[in-house]
């Protein structure tokens, strides 16, 4: 039996045989992953104490484009190099004087409300490698996973709005989105289908005449004498994640206004059209009505961006819907009051080699790349950091992903100095290593 990423771990003196239903309706608590003397041991840890943080955001929307996108094509065109760099586009100008990609025509008249960091840069040229980078913050290890950066979230934020803390849309697309070395119970939680389908459902969604109550508060009964026994003992991080978990699971298959948050078909129809009717479009407005409704941290995927050939055809299919989605949700948080506290954030593994190759395409190139952001308490029309003339290495004040990470904490009012336990390990750091980039700070 396939389960739910929330589900996975040694649980089976709690539940035995439960199916993917049943992860809502027992709870996800169920999910910690975590014997009884494991918790007690993580309880006993005494952890130094650090600075916290007051949030300027209470939500982040991640926005992936796996594959690696070209930074030339995109966020840093370079409109004077010979066309072997330039590439196969003519870059437009802003509305603050900066250049973007042909592509990014409606992006480049919102570009007073985005910061672009055009100086990331990291040695991995491997896609799992990257995606790692940019998931975590931290370069990958053969000795330990990494958590990502809506797990972070989930153990430190927990749930709101009976709502799960973390959620991907649509699904799970690398294992560096997941939990890694914390309990899969601060994994995401993922739709199962995509929301641009024409009957898009939400898996795991139950109406109150499917619920199984009495099964419930057998479950629930079950962990209550857990609960109890941590509750004679000083505070505990597993019990709190228990807590919470428990909260969500059971308020989104209890609560009207939980489900509701999925519900796509209760956008105004003009508003979806202006979106877009297609994956970008539909994924884009899920996630505004994810974070609107309470969830801390959507992460959306979109496209495919890895340009080895004819980067110039892959672009016209892919980027169009890009641009009018990403700049119809900027403007949609600013309508509704909600980019000063929303976070967007749109990443890559890499970017592509600022030469283009002889198939008219562009292959892996970590040494410098672009991100985007916006909202959540970023400066707005600035742009961080450049690449040199050609765009192959940073020129001016490199960004690492440890920067990155530590920057997107910072501004939903985490300390990335704080350190985790896990289990069988020492201590780690949430961000080892790395600054906050009080540059792109408001």
Same mark, same amino acid.
């Given at each position: 039996m396939k389960m739910h990423p929330l589900c996975q771990g040694n649980h089976s003196n709690l539940v035995v045989g439960q199916s993917r239903r049943d992860f809502l309706q027992i709870g996800a608590i169920a999910g910690l992953g975590l014997s009884l003397p494991e918790m007690m041991r993580l309880q006993a840890i005494e952890m130094p104490k650090v600075e916290s943080f007051k949030p300027i955001a209470d939500s982040v929307i991640h926005i992936y484009l796996p594959g690696g996108m070209a930074q030339h094509e995109s966020w840093d065109p370079k409109p004077f190099a010979s066309p072997d760099y330039r590439g196969p586009y003519s870059p437009i100008k802003g509305v603050t004087g900066e250049y973007v990609g042909e592509k990014f025509q409606n992006i480049s008249k919102i570009l007073d409300k985005i910061t672009i960091i055009r100086s990331m840069t990291h040695g991995e040229a491997a896609h799992e490698r990257g995606t790692h980078n940019m998931f975590t913050g931290y370069r990958p290890s053969p000795a330990i996973k990494f958590? &990502? $950066?809506?797990?972070?979230?989930?153990?430190?934020?927990?749930? /709101?709005?009976?709502?799960?803390?973390?959620?991907?849309?649509?699904?799970?697309?690398?294992?560096?989105?997941? &939990?890694?070395?914390?309990?899969?119970?601060?994994? =995401? $939680?993922?739709?199962?289908? !995509? =929301?641009? #389908?024409?009957?898009?459902?939400? +898996? #795991?969604?139950?109406? =109150?005449?499917?619920? !199984?109550?009495?099964?419930?508060?057998? /479950?629930?009964?079950?962990?209550?004498?857990? #609960?109890?026994?941590?509750?004679?003992?000083?505070?505990?991080?597993?019990?709190?994640?228990? #807590?919470? $978990?428990?909260?969500?699971?059971?308020?989104?298959?209890?609560?009207?206004?939980? +489900?509701?948050? $999925?519900?796509?078909?209760?956008?105004?129809?003009?508003? +979806?059209?202006e979106y877009g009717r297609n994956t970008a479009g539909q994924r884009f407005l899920l996630a505004r009505r994810l974070v609107e409704a309470g969830v801390r941290m959507v992460s959306v995927t979109y496209g495919g961006w890895d340009h080895h050939s004819n980067i110039k055809s892959a672009f016209d299919g892919q980027a169009p819907n890009f641009d009018v989605a990403f700049s119809r949700l900027i403007k949609d948080l600013e309508d509704r009051g909600m980019l000063d506290r929303t976070l967007v954030m749109v990443s890559s593994e890499f970017g592509r080699t600022p030469k283009i190759n002889g198939t008219n395409g562009r292959d892996h190139w970590p040494r410098v790349f672009s991100v985007a952001l916006a909202g959540g308490g970023i400066k707005r029309g600035h742009v961080y950091g450049s690449s040199d003339a050609l765009g192959g290495e940073p020129d001016t004040n490199p960004v690492g992903p440890e920067d990155l990470a530590k920057t997107m904490y910072r501004l939903i009012g985490i300390n990335a100095e704080k350190r985790i336990v896990a289990d069988g390990v020492r201590p780690i750091d949430i961000v080892n290593g790395g600054r906050i980039l009080n540059e792109v700070i408001a």
């Open positions: 958590p &990502s $950066f809506g797990s972070i979230v989930s153990h430190e934020q927990g749930s /709101r709005n009976n709502l799960p803390p973390y959620v991907v849309v649509p699904n799970v697309s690398a294992p560096e989105q997941q &939990s890694g070395y914390m309990s899969s119970a601060y994994g =995401p $939680f993922a739709l199962g289908s !995509d =929301p641009a #389908d024409k009957n898009f459902t939400v +898996r #795991d969604l139950l109406a =109150p005449k499917d619920i !199984d109550l009495k099964r419930f508060d057998r /479950r629930r009964s079950l962990l209550g004498a857990v #609960d109890e026994h941590f509750r004679t003992i000083e505070k505990s991080d597993a019990l709190s994640a228990m #807590d919470s $978990f428990y909260q969500a699971a059971y308020g989104l298959i209890s609560s009207q206004k939980a +489900r509701e948050a $999925f519900n796509l078909n209760a956008e105004p129809d003009k508003l +979806r059209d």
